[in-house]
């Protein structure tokens, strides 16, 4: 029998984010030393989508006139592995982009593809996920169960059902009036703080075509441990991230001679409770914004104005506000949501931040002999730098997805190189 399910309301708001030029995607890729057998890979794969439902998921037929969509779970879908052979990093580089420069389909499951990527350092294996299916945790957590089941090591089942968990109103929405109250009342300084439209990253060698790049690099074990010193009393190692970006962005606008503005980064919030906070494929993944002002120009005042906004979003639940303001929008007819996004680009110099930063922060060691793990978070423009942060082997590893209105290679390496010597040299920024 055929199981159904609906759509939750951070499922149908990433749905309707998917763009051609601008595929929704999330991005997650592990490198390991030696060779992966493609067979063997793709029985792993076939047992990973067993363990996760919404992994073997498509998108039912809709109508216009109804309300909600639905997922269609099969029951062993068709395995999505593509293999290439990559004589070097500039090869890879082009696989991966090929394979991020769309949306999996979600007319058929499953909502994911993998890439094999053969290189003579090692293997990389690489994941596109719809993000109407899944969130950056929701990656990671698929990806270890096919290194899990690749390794013929057991993949124990997380302690809710992973269907019935996708409520994210019930784990996150407003349950009183007072907290509703106090939500729209940061909304309206939020909208008060927009007065002045947020900085635009300047704009260097990039041509408008669809899809996006992706660069990476790492701090040293011992650069990710001098975070823990650098970063002021009060203020988290994410918080240090942001702050840490928010002067990148305003030291690479002032090289290239753009006005001084406020910094807003879009930052998202794992929306699962601590118990299985890195369980179950599926969207948990709320969003703020916190915003960096012209008077904080190095890093330790930036943190200290992010750690504060950080600690009332943490201490008000004020990043369930959007999922009381997705409630509205998912009541209307399919039809008008799919209209929806279609407004963004006509507000989107003061609703839409300067850049994103999505740090999934410590996970739980993966299988095998990897060597790096890389993940980046979509971005739409004007929003064209999404920067994501994973803690692997007790080093940052961070990965730059730009869009190629955005920058070019060249200038993409140059803004990540930027950030990363902010981050091991905060003195000096």
Not at 17 to 39: I, S, T
Request: contains cysteine; glycine residues 6%.
């Amino acid at each position: 029998m055929e199981t159904t399910v609906v759509l939750d309301r951070l499922d149908e708001h990433f749905l309707g984010l998917d763009r051609e030029a601008e595929p929704w995607n999330v991005h997650f890729e592990v490198h390991v030393a030696g060779r992966l057998d493609a067979e063997r890979l793709a029985g792993a794969i076939a047992a990973a989508m067993q363990r996760h439902p919404i992994a073997r998921a498509s998108l039912s037929d809709w109508r216009g006139y109804e309300r909600r969509y639905h997922w269609r779970i099969a029951d062993a879908p068709a395995v999505p592995l593509a293999v290439a052979n990559c004589a070097d990093e500039q090869e890879l580089d082009i696989a991966r982009e090929a394979l991020l420069r769309v949306s999996p389909g979600l007319a058929a499951p499953p909502p994911f593809a993998v890439l094999l990527a053969h290189t003579a350092d090692g293997d990389a294996l690489v994941l596109s996920l719809h993000h109407a299916a899944g969130d950056g945790i929701a990656a990671a957590r698929l990806m270890r169960s096919i290194l899990l089941a690749y390794a013929g090591e057991d993949d124990p089942a997380p302690p809710v059902d992973p269907l019935t968990a996708r409520d994210v109103q019930a784990l996150a929405g407003a349950t009183t009036r007072a907290e509703r109250r106090m939500r729209w009342r940061a909304l309206v300084r939020q909208a008060a703080a927009r007065v002045i439209p947020p900085a635009r990253l300047a704009r260097r060698g990039g041509r408008d075509h669809a899809g996006y790049g992706v660069v990476h690099t790492a701090l040293t074990r011992e650069e990710t441990r001098a975070l823990d010193t650098a970063r002021p009393a009060g203020a988290t190692i994410n918080d240090f991230l942001l702050g840490a970006l928010a002067v990148t962005a305003r030291r690479w606008n002032a090289a290239y001679g753009r006005r001084v503005a406020p910094i807003a980064l879009t930052m998202p919030v794992n929306l699962r409770p601590e118990e299985w906070r890195d369980e179950v494929v599926g969207n948990f993944a709320s969003y703020v914004s916190v915003v960096v002002g012209a008077s904080a120009r190095d890093v330790r005042r930036a943190t200290e104005s992010v750690a504060r906004q950080t600690r009332a979003i943490k201490r008000d639940r004020l990043a369930g506000t959007v999922v009381d303001l997705l409630d509205a929008p998912s009541m209307q007819m399919i039809a008008v949501k799919r209209r929806m996004a279609d407004l963004i680009p006509l507000t989107g110099d003061v609703v839409v931040d300067t850049a994103s930063l999505s740090n999934l922060g410590v996970l739980e060691p993966l299988p095998g002999d990897v060597r790096a793990v890389w993940f980046s978070p979509p971005g739409r423009m004007p929003l064209g730098a999404a920067i994501g942060v994973v803690a692997h082997g007790g080093s940052l590893h961070l990965t730059l997805r730009y869009r190629h209105a955005q920058f070019d290679r060249a200038a993409a390496r140059q803004f990540l190189a930027l950030f990363r010597g902010v981050l091991a040299w905060p003195t000096d920024a």
